[in-house]
């Protein structure tokens, strides 16, 4: 089995579909000797797809962290995005051709009072161009198809809605101007700034279509518009400080240390505490069964053996049951040999 056990957090390209960064992953790991027969490569999956015309944090598992790439698809996410007003298309983005046009352009003053009307719980319709599967076929090849894709409102979480510069660090009277394009707060002329186009910055729940909350933005607004701009900074623990570009990536090929850029698997449980296990509970836990008879922590956690992450299990107290086993190799047993 493989030694790669862990993450790479990829700063996705714009043009370059989650798919493709999988292989482009898959292809480096052999050219760098980690795989050179497709048995010997480690397992290689991503942690939440990303549209090819969006760019951003992208989480690949390697190997055992495979097994935690479904979590990650329920971790909400950070995104900045741009809405531009006038038109709306019918992939709700630049890629789409325009089904709506409006002149009406909102002032700055009215984007920023009605993103608090799109924070919370929200209900939103998904895309007709989506993943989703309407009667067992995606939605986008529906629409491609030239069928009326109707699909159902679904419930999702806008944690936090802002424009993107920082407001908060502005003194009220800049704040005030910039957003109203007045200097004076009682000055009745009207505003005099009109946005062609906005910045925002979402933090969402899983489920959260970007495209939809811009068209619902856009024509809570009194006009149309698409998205021109989408970055995912965020998903889950993973922020772009730690991703690393496809050029950085296909150095690891010639000869980079995979080392300096691969994540620990336990890096993709964030928040997560970690509880060492004796050896008879580690065995016991390697095994599938039931732990108990310890101090354990209730709730969800990591056992761990000498460091090393064993399973994900969870506990009421008194006894913790294996959600998900790690297969890492045991270092007590090389220390022995």
Avoid: C
């Avoid at 043009?15 to 790991?29: D, E, H, I, N, P």
């Avoid at 950070?78 to 531009?84: K, M, R, S, V």
């Avoid at 051709?97 to 719980?121: K, Y």
């Avoid at 000498?306 to 969870?314: F, K, N, S, Y």
């Amino acid at each position: 089995m493989s030694g790669v056990h862990g993450w790479l957090i990829l700063d996705k390209p714009r043009g370059l579909g989650s798919t493709q960064a999988v292989g482009a992953v898959k292809r480096v790991l052999r050219e760098a000797g980690y795989g050179p027969r497709s048995k010997d490569m480690p397992k290689v999956g991503h942690g939440g797809t990303l549209d090819p015309l969006a760019e951003g944090v992208l989480p690949i598992a390697l190997g055992e962290a495979t097994k935690l790439a479904g979590r990650m698809l329920d971790a909400s996410k950070i995104y900045a995005f741009t809405i531009a007003f006038g038109e709306e298309t019918d992939t709700l983005d630049t890629e789409g051709e325009v089904v709506a046009r409006s002149d009406r352009r909102p002032p700055l003053a009215a984007v920023q009072a009605i993103l608090g009307h799109f924070t919370g719980a929200i209900e939103q319709v998904p895309p007709s161009y989506s993943a989703l599967k309407v009667n067992g076929k995606r939605a986008y090849d529906r629409a491609r198809a030239g069928e009326n894709v109707d699909l159902q409102p679904r419930q999702v979480t806008i944690h936090s809605l802002d424009l993107a510069h920082d407001r908060a660090a502005m003194p009220v009277d800049s704040a005030f101007a910039t957003t109203t394009g007045r200097s004076d707060p009682y000055d009745p002329s009207p505003p005099l700034e009109l946005a062609d186009s906005v910045t925002l910055i979402a933090h969402v729940s899983k489920g959260t279509y970007i495209r939809s909350l811009a068209r619902d933005i856009a024509r809570a607004l009194g006009t149309v518009g698409h998205v021109t701009y989408l970055r995912r900074t965020k998903a889950g623990p993973f922020a772009e400080a730690t991703a690393i570009s496809l050029d950085l990536l296909n150095e690891i090929g010639k000869g980079a240390r995979l080392e300096d850029h691969l994540l620990p698997l336990e890096a993709g449980l964030d928040g997560i505490p970690a509880h060492p296990l004796d050896p008879e509970s580690a065995q016991a836990a390697r095994q599938g069964r039931v732990v108990s008879g310890h101090a354990l922590p209730d709730g969800l956690f990591l056992g761990t053996a000498g460091g090393i992450p064993v399973a994900l299990m969870e506990s009421d107290g008194v006894a913790a049951k294996v959600v998900r086993g790690f297969n890492l190799p045991d270092t007590a047993k090389k220390d022995e040999t």
